[in-house]
């Protein structure tokens, strides 16, 4: 069982880690001023490897274009806006620093991306999380740092361990992709959602 947790654990580094990934330094800027307004939350749900659950999801908010590559634009939400779960290894919602990468062909599905990191942050409750951003951003200063927790219920800690230490290491920083999604519904609110940007250009 521990051998079996062992491989389960490297296998979903391996996925967290991506083969093919870039950092948001080596992007060109966006061309275009939008961005995605999400009234509330979206999350796709999908049954991968050994048919295990795994979830991924946006939180409510606004999603600013900030980058680029030939095949589409990545559109990136405060703070930690992206979140997902695992069934077998991952089971509280993990927060990630990241957003939307909608591509240029319409044909293709939008995806959920986040930057890969060491520490790893969760909360006990995905719905509880959202009402403290929204309580957050209303009463205090937004947070500058991808790093700062917003409150007590969000844990952090470091991923270690030697037989992924490196596959981590090469990761740190890289934008790492979930796969396109392919709900209809949860599409048509990130498409909707698009809309010439309200906030300034950096």
Known sequence: MKIFKALSLVTFIVILVGCASTRPENLAKASRNEEINLSESISTTAFRGMHVRCEEGALPGVYVAK????NGVYYFGKDRSIWTTNEMIQRKPRLLVGGIYVPRNTTKGPQFFYIFEKEVHTTENINDYVMQRIVQTATVPAVGSPNVGLGVNVAGNVIGGVLVSAMIEAGV??????????DANVKSKIYSGLRPSTSKPE
Do not use: H, R, S, Y
């Not at 980058?67 to 030939?70: G, I, L, R, S, T």
């Open 67 to 70: 980058n680029e590559d030939a």
């Open 173 to 182: 920083g890289q934008i790492e992709m979930f796969p396109p999604i392919e």
